[in-house]
């Protein structure tokens, strides 16, 4: 019996001092009849079962019997009983303490009573001495966070600490300049051209209690503003960056809870790979269409993860109960460039058309709209707008000229903006902090509207050169030129005719 009882109390000072969801942190074991647990202020309502009661006396142990929580109370704990407890402890590696809370937890009588709780209003309870479960209180658990498992602490003045054990949760997209041909890494905000295809990643990393469910439930839930279309046959699915294909269901359609989509993991046990700290990781991508926002409202995705959060629940996984991240959001921007066609009275001018065009890598340019079929003479547009426009170096050529007037010269120019790559606590409208449109060729400037997100230009035609018109000053001209001359050759006729005299 005594080895039995060291081997106990061994198992109870480690859970007690260490492992699962509580850190004792408070007197060595004390010869009271009475002893204060007291808990955290943290939004949780913890109860406390009595499993033991005994005499503790300068550390030791004596009279052991069964709590008022078990269906043997007041009964002695024989030596059977303690070697059971203790086998089953032994044979957890990876969480003695779990295990060993696990052991006595069968021993609680059905409809079990505990023996008081603690709240946040409540932080301190009195209890005679002996040992005691604790555990999180059946539908109290705070959303986003995950209940303790259960607890085995010695008897004595404690404190108790719970440890985080919550998944982390991020959301990230990446940006892409065409003309540089560059590609960032993941962060918050990017901008792209309508039609662009933009990444995105979702990622969770699994809670380090992992190994005390039975069932993990794991799923992560995206929404998208209508500026972005989810191309559902893009998505990856990653475990500690190897890919898989299995175990996971991606879900579109009958969905309630407004989401676009879901990637739902039902069990996460059943993928052997997956351990406590795994990163498993969701990629895909959504196009920018043309219902997008432009300027600084942006066009926002959020997601977030939703989790098993009580290992002490039998049922688990799915049907067990879950918590969740807050939501994670990310940002896409889209801008305009507005040309208004002006003579040289700054007045509109009709029978224009433009071509927008964005330089590529390579060096080649890329038709963003050309207006010129649009242009006839029952629509005249003074005014032309090219929407969806992303950062980079963009050619304006004019492909109709108003009659009477010279062709422009292409201009170039470039379209930068500034955005936060990490978003936290700003407002979305805040998020784009400069947009600019920088001429390289051509007699233009532009106006900057952040909240509009456009560029806005007069582009003036000159008329072109007048040859001189029937009637006019040219004929004038001419006819004093040709009476000139006839007076002339009259004089000179004239001197000839005297001089042969």
């Not at 001092?17 to 060595?28: D, I, L, P, Q, T």
């Not at 993928?271 to 959504?286: D, N, Q």
């Not at 009580?310 to 801008?335: A, H, K, L, R």
Request: proline share 4%; net charge negative.
């Amino acid at each position: 019996m005594k080895k039995a009882i060291n081997a106990l109390v061994a198992v109870f000072a480690t859970v007690a001092m260490a492992v699962a969801g509580f850190v004792g942190a408070g007197s060595a074991l004390a010869a009271e009849a009475t002893n204060t647990i007291t808990g955290p202020s943290n939004g949780h309502t913890y109860e406390v079962y009595q499993i033991f009661t005994c005499e503790l006396t300068n550390g030791k142990l004596s009279n052991i019997k069964w709590g008022s929580a078990t269906a043997k109370n007041g009964t002695a704990v024989t030596d059977e009983e303690l070697k059971a407890i203790t086998d089953l402890a032994s044979k957890s590696e990876d969480n003695n303490a779990q295990a060993t809370a696990n052991s006595i937890a069968q021993y609680l009588k059905t409809n079990a009573q505990p023996t008081t709780t603690i709240t946040d209003t409540n932080a301190s309870a009195q209890v005679p001495a002996g040992y005691y479960l604790i555990k999180d209180k059946a539908g109290t658990i705070p959303n986003g966070q995950t209940a303790t498992t259960y607890i085995v602490t010695v008897a004595g003045d404690v404190t108790i600490k719970p440890k985080s054990d919550v998944p982390s949760f991020e959301k990230k997209l990446k940006d892409k300049n065409d003309t540089e041909g560059t590609t960032t890494g993941w962060q918050d905000s990017a901008d792209y051209d309508f039609g662009d295809a933009v990444p995105f990643k979702l990622e969770g990393t699994v809670a380090s209690n992992y190994a005390d469910y039975t069932k993990y439930y794991f799923a992560f839930h995206d929404v998208e503003e209508p500026g972005l279309t989810f191309n559902k046959d893009s998505v990856k699915v990653y475990v500690d960056d190897t890919e898989i294909t299995e175990g996971y269901q991606l879900v579109t359609d009958g969905l309630t809870d407004g989401c676009t989509f879901e990637v739902k993991f039902a069990d996460l046990k059943t993928i052997k790979a997956v351990k406590a700290g795994s990163k498993i990781r969701v990629e895909y991508t959504s196009t920018l269409n043309e219902h997008a926002n432009l300027g600084q409202q942006g066009n926002v995705n959020k997601a977030k993860l939703q989790f098993s959060n009580n290992p002490n629940d039998s049922q688990g996984g799915e049907n067990g109960p879950t918590g969740n991240t807050p939501w994670d959001n990310v940002i896409v921007f889209t801008y305009k460039v507005v040309v208004n066609k002006v003579n040289k009275g700054q007045q509109p001018l009709e029978g224009a058309a433009f071509k927008l065009e964005k330089k590529q890598s390579n060096g080649t340019y890329q038709t963003v709209k050309d207006f010129a079929p649009d242009v006839t003479d029952s629509n005249k547009p003074t005014s032309f707008e090219f929407k969806g426009l992303d950062d980079g170096d963009y050619k304006l050529s004019e492909t109709k000229t108003p009659a009477g007037y010279n062709t422009i010269q292409p201009i170039t120019f470039t379209v930068t903006a500034e955005h936060d790559i990490e978003w936290t606590t700003k407002d979305r409208a805040d998020v784009l902090t400069e947009l600019s449109g920088d001429v390289a060729s051509g007699e233009i400037h532009f106006t900057a509207n952040k909240s509009e997100g456009s560029l806005t230009t007069n582009v003036v035609n000159k008329p072109g050169s007048s040859l001189p018109e029937t009637g006019g000053m040219g004929t004038i001209v001419l006819y004093v030129a040709g009476a000139a001359l006839v007076v002339a050759a009259g004089a000179y006729f004239t001197l000839k005719k005297k001089c042969t005299r």
